[in-house]
């Protein structure tokens, strides 16, 4: 599940939301798209809803930021896929989640 943000920052709010679609029909990896990395609260709230989730396998939320985005097109402008950073944006995430 992708959602995009066009805002200066996100909130608490958003990270909710996101959460909250989440689940058996939309499956339980999410991403939000926005022009800013996250701040150490948003952090903090996407690590706290793969903690609290009460299925197997957990909610992941993953931020792309406008940095990331830059890196995954000169990626692929150099020939290499972009598949390999959005695993280690996951696999950071797992391992500072836990």
């Not at 926005?34 to 931020?63: F, G, H, Q, W």
């Amino acid at each position: 599940m992708f959602e995009v943000k066009n805002v200066g920052a996100l909130e608490l709010a958003h990270i909710n939301q996101t959460a909250t679609y989440l689940g058996a029909r939309l499956g339980l990896l999410g991403f939000v798209v926005t022009r800013n990395p996250p701040s150490d609260a948003v952090i903090r709230k996407m690590y706290s809803v793969y903690n609290d989730s009460p299925v197997m396998p957990r909610k992941v939320i993953l931020v792309i930021s406008d940095p990331d985005m830059r890196q995954m097109i000169e990626d692929r402008m150099a020939g290499r896929p972009a598949t390999p950073y959005i695993q280690a944006l996951y696999r950071s995430f797992r391992s500072r989640a836990q």
